[in-house]
């Protein structure tokens, strides 16, 4: 019968795999955690403990899997942590990141949870939408995305987290055009497709390319929302999109080209990169 190891030993066993194969060793925590069902807190409490002998071979496989094609972790467990909540995610959607939470902050800050219409474009997994619907219980939320399977997602985190939101289906803004919005909120599609090579396999493999990559070296998206936004807003409104940090004067550029009398920001994420586009613009 095979002897069963203790926690901390199995751990380690598994970070110096993940290590030598150039993966991120903090991996082996979150597998073992999700293989354990237990509580981050409890996890560590839980070092000295033996690990069951199936558990541990269930989890051995899914490091060597992880391992060897780069598949996600968070397509293995289905979910993803964003913003203090639990969003599952899967093949349709984008994995969460915490850049994207520093985005969701400035539009809640300008919110002030005031009465007012939100569209959140090109939703994916929902996390934007429904993490606003959240923190701002006064607001009004739409969420477009052209994907089935990703609306399917985003719908089942909205259900799941008890989160008001209407999802409509189509591109970019087309499926809100006739509604009006106070904040449009977008993290488009904005790496260049010759770029695709630079990703790391977790990335490259696993994420939609309909949620990745645009034409136009990436500014495609952006593009073709500031396009419709004129048809959507009301006198005035407040435009935030995640960008590329190589993209922020371009962007800009787009925003004051087709509305020369706005206000644009380019602002820096938490690693001091361009990040988040902030305008505020009038009719």
Do not use: W
């Not at 970070?15 to 991996?27: A, M, Q």
């Not at 419709?228 to 550029?253: K, L």
Request: aromatic share 8%; proline share 5%.
């Amino acid at each position: 019968m095979e002897k069963e190891s203790k926690q901390h030993e199995v751990l380690q066993r598994a970070s110096l795999f993940l290590k030598k194969h150039n993966r991120e060793p903090r991996v082996a925590e979150l597998l073992l955690q999700y293989f354990l069902h237990v509580s981050r807190s409890e996890f560590f409490m839980m070092m000295r403990d033996p690990v069951p002998v199936k558990v541990a071979a269930q989890f051995q496989d899914a490091i060597e899997k992880h391992a060897e094609t780069g598949v996600p972790i968070q397509h293995m467990i289905g979910h993803e942590e964003f913003y203090g909540r639990k969003f599952s995610v899967n093949e349709h959607t984008l994995i969460p990141r915490p850049e994207t939470e520093e985005l969701v902050q400035q539009v809640i800050q300008t919110a002030a949870n005031e009465p007012i219409t939100i569209v959140d474009i090109g939703t994916g997994s929902g996390i934007i939408a429904v993490t606003l619907a959240l923190e701002l219980p006064k607001a009004t939320v739409f969420a477009t995305d052209i994907s089935e399977g990703a609306l399917t997602v985003a719908h089942q985190n909205a259900k799941q987290l008890g989160a008001d939101v209407t999802f409509l289906q189509g591109d970019f803004l087309k499926p809100f055009i006739g509604k009006k919005a106070d904040i449009i909120v977008s993290n488009p599609p904005y790496i260049a497709h010759q770029d695709k090579a630079d990703l790391t396999d977790t990335v490259g493999k696993f994420d939609p390319d309909l949620a990745l990559f645009a034409d136009e070296n990436g500014l495609a998206a952006y593009r073709q929302i500031i396009a419709d936004i004129p048809c959507v807003m009301n006198d005035s409104a407040a435009v935030f999109f995640e960008i590329g940090e190589s993209q922020g004067e371009a962007v800009r550029d787009l925003l004051t080209e087709e509305f020369p009398a706005s206000n644009v920001q380019v602002m820096k994420d938490i690693n001091k990169k361009d990040r988040i586009i902030q305008a505020h613009i009038k009719k």
